[in-house]
């Protein structure tokens, strides 16, 4: 199966990155749905995922956002069919080992989203910094370092969508949140984005294909 929000960040993505980046990847849709509706296991799912990817490098820079998809889908519902404490079994353990290079940090954007909903809270980036993330507590100081640049650039929010791009520019290219910079500013600043609002984000963004279809799977999750 795959989970509502899942199906509809796919479709979003592949639609943006069709429009802005000169590929069709929407025509690729079908191929994805295939991958995340199977009822494979989740390592057979990723080598599928890959393939799809490797058949279609033009493609290629939305391989760990959609792996990031993949594994919220897995939480929301092929979990479900296994037991109870699977999580915290060894099989799950070799899981995460095989997978730690793989991945981007909206993995944990997109867990944050699902739990503003359970919540029945509105997205705020201090709220995920610091309730969330725990970035300022001691033991989670690796959160701190890659999310440094967020943390020392928070007014942005407060700020045309020009002066993301800007900083933006200057994150350090090590930098975990490098790419991930502008389209997560932008949605913080406006969960609720009007399509006028889209049309001015894209005019402003570092890498259209890539920040728009970042933003398609935040809008979906919101």
């Known amino acids: 199966m795959t989970d509502p929000k899942v199906r509809s960040a796919i479709t979003g993505a592949l639609q943006a990155f069709t429009q802005y980046g000169g590929f069709d990847a929407a025509a690729l ?34 391989r760990e956002p959609f792996f990031d998809l993949l594994m919220i889908n897995f939480f929301s519902e092929d979990v479900k069919k296994l037991e109870d404490d699977y999580l915290e079994t060894p099989e799950w353990e070799d899981i995460e080992e095989q997978t730690l290079d793989r991945g981007t940090e909206l993995l944990n954007l997109l867990l944050y989203l699902n739990e503003c909903e359970d919540e029945n809270i509105d997205p705020e980036l201090e709220d995920y910094l610091k ?17 440094e640049p967020v943390i020392a650039h928070q007014v ?18 090590e930098s975990e949140v490098k790419e991930l910079f502008y389209p997560m ?22 890498n259209k294909p890539f920040d728009m279809a970042v933003l398609e799977i935040l809008f979906s999750f919101k």
């Open 29 to 62: 849709t079908e191929q994805f749905d295939t991958v995340f509706a199977s009822d494979d296991d989740f390592m057979s799912k990723v080598d599928s995922l890959d393939a799809v990817f490797d058949e279609n490098p033009k493609l290629e820079e939305l």
């Open 131 to 147: 309730e969330f993330l725990l970035v300022d507590e001691d033991e989670f100081q690796d959160e701190y370092r890659i999310y």
């Open 156 to 173: 942005l929010i407060e700020s045309p969508v020009s002066e993301v791009n800007k900083v933006a520019q200057t994150v350090d290219v």
């Open 185 to 206: 500013i932008c949605f913080f600043q406006n969960p609720d984005a009007s399509d006028s609002d889209k049309t001015n984000i894209a005019d402003n963004a570092v």
